[in-house]
């Protein structure tokens, strides 16, 4: 047996955990099912052009799962954005375009100039705070030269 062959007790829990899903979900669907088909329908005495087609049990049954359905796929897309959205936030892939609200690609490459312009500031900056240190230091020992000369004098 090979370290690989060993299986430690959290992935058996996560197997566990899988094969009750798999056999769960489509019996809880199939449950459902049946739990949605109606036992009885109101009569009308008067039934209208409506009222005639719900009046059939298979017919209110497929409303009820069309209902159903609609919600469970609005919900997985609901997740899917939220979650989408979020690891692209994670990884900084910042989003320029949702539905009907867009960042303009002037606006991004304005601030792209800031940065740039900000950049090359910070680094002329440095530059100066270097030659401006050298330059004191230079001075620092001509001085200390003066001190010399003048104590030996």
Do not use: C, Y
């Not at 899988?18 to 979900?25: E, K, P, Q, S, T």
């Not at 796929?73 to 692209?88: C, D, E, K, N, Q």
Request: no cysteine; net charge negative.
């Amino acid at each position: 047996m090979t370290a690989g062959d060993a299986v430690g007790p959290m992935e058996r829990v996560g197997q566990l955990i899988a094969v009750l899903l798999i056999f769960a979900i489509p019996v809880g669907l199939v449950l459902l099912a049946i739990g949605m088909f109606p036992a009885d329908l109101p009569a009308k005495t008067n039934p209208s052009f409506i009222d005639t087609i719900f009046d059939n049990k298979g017919v209110v049954w497929a409303a009820r799962l069309l209902l159903v359905s609609a919600a469970a796929v609005l919900a997985f897309g609901g997740v899917f954005i939220v979650v989408s959205t979020g690891i692209r936030m994670k990884n900084g892939e910042w989003l320029r375009r949702a539905g009907p609200f867009e960042v303009s690609e002037t606006a991004v490459s304005e601030i792209e100039g800031q940065i740039e312009f900000w950049r090359q500031a910070a680094l002329t900056g440095q530059e100066e705070v270097e030659e401006l240190t050298e330059r004191l230091g230079e001075s620092d020992e001509l001085i200390e030269q003066l001190h010399n000369m003048l104590d030996d004098g």
